[in-house]
């Protein structure tokens, strides 16, 4: 077994308040792509801190929310994987365990997290842009937008405001209750595991910063180097749908991580 593999199911073995903070890596092996590459294919003309904004949505209604609609396809095609069932596996067999997530797509839900923390909202909680009120998340799945294809996006039907999309874009405010909730998490927690995130948004990026500045371990999961290395106690290089079900192999045994 690997030595930081089994450094870290030391540690998750000890462990009795646990925090998983996961980004979009946690996300890749599902096949939905990263913030970083959240723009393949025929978005890949766009920069997605730039659509992912107020003023982007302001000056394009129709773009920004094609772009979404985009992306909540291509999650409703598809599945956790091994490493968001690895974390429900985590959060079943410790009960004092939050899992906060940067992540807008619903695959920790489907993988049987209760309850996840939505610091950057979510693909599937559309709002009215004008009075706030949430709007259904339409049915029909939009095909795959041909150059970038937009989509205007649906009115609310109380006030006929534009309805947006339910995630935090740059420049906006945190939910207010998540953000309470993420930092009373992290303040508490004995060990904090980050996955799949290369740590550069704030104040989401500050979470693993704050459990280490409080005395918990870090076990940092990302293929990657990232700025969060140098709070990680273990840093597991691989990929989140390996190095996760390894990780509760090694900690618990036999735990059956097979799809449901
Ligand atoms: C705010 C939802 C104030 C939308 C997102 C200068 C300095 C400091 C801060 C700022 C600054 N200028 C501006 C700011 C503020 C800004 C910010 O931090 N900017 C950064 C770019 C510097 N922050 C904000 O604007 C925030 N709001 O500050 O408001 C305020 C306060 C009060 C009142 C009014 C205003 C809001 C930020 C939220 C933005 N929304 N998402 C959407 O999804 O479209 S952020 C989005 O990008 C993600 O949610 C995530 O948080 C972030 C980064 O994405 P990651 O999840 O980390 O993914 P990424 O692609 O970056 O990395 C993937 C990682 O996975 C990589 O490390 C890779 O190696 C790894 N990986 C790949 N494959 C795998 C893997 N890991 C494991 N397994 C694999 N298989
Ligand atoms: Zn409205």
Redesign the pocket.
């Known amino acids: 077994m690997e030595h930081a593999t089994r450094d870290a199911a030391v540690l998750l073995g000890q462990a009795r308040r646990v925090v998983v903070f ?5 996300s ?2 599902s096949g939905v792509p ?5 723009l393949t294919g025929l978005w890949r003309r766009f920069d ?2 730039a ?2 904004t107020p003023e982007a949505f302001h000056d394009d209604p129709a773009l920004v929310w094609g772009w ?1 609609e985009w ?1 909540r396809s291509a999650v409703r095609r598809a599945r956790p994987n091994a ?1 968001h069932r690895a974390v429900a596996a985590i959060e079943a067999r410790i009960p004092d365990s939050v899992l906060i997530t ?3 797509d619903d695959l920790h839900e489907r993988a049987g997290s209760a309850a996840p923390v939505h ?3 979510s693909l599937f909680a559309p709002r009215c842009a004008a009075c706030a009120r949430p709007a259904p998340a339409p049915d029909g799945v939009a095909e795959e937008p041909a150059d970038g294809r937009r989509v205007p996006p649906p009115r609310c039907g109380h006030c006929a405001g534009l309805v947006r ?1 339910g ?8 939910p207010q209750e998540a953000l309470a909730a993420a930092v009373e998490a992290a303040s508490a927690c004995d060990l904090l595991i980050t ?11 500050e979470i693993p910063h704050l459990a280490a500045r409080r005395g918990a371990a870090v076990i940092q ?4 180097e ?1 700025p969060l290395d140098r709070v990680a106690d273990v840093n597991l290089r ?4 390996q ?1 996760l079900p390894a990780l509760v192999e090694a900690a618990w045994g036999g735990t059956d991580l097979r799809a449901g």
């Open positions: 996961t980004g979009a890596g946690m890749a092996e990263t913030f970083r590459d959240a997605a801190q659509l992912a979404y992306r490493g940067q992540n807008v610091l950057h909202g999309p995630v935090v874009w740059f420049g906006e405010a945190l996955v799949g995130t290369s740590g550069l948004v704030y104040p989401a990026a999961v990302n293929p990657d990232t691989g990929p989140a749908a190095a």
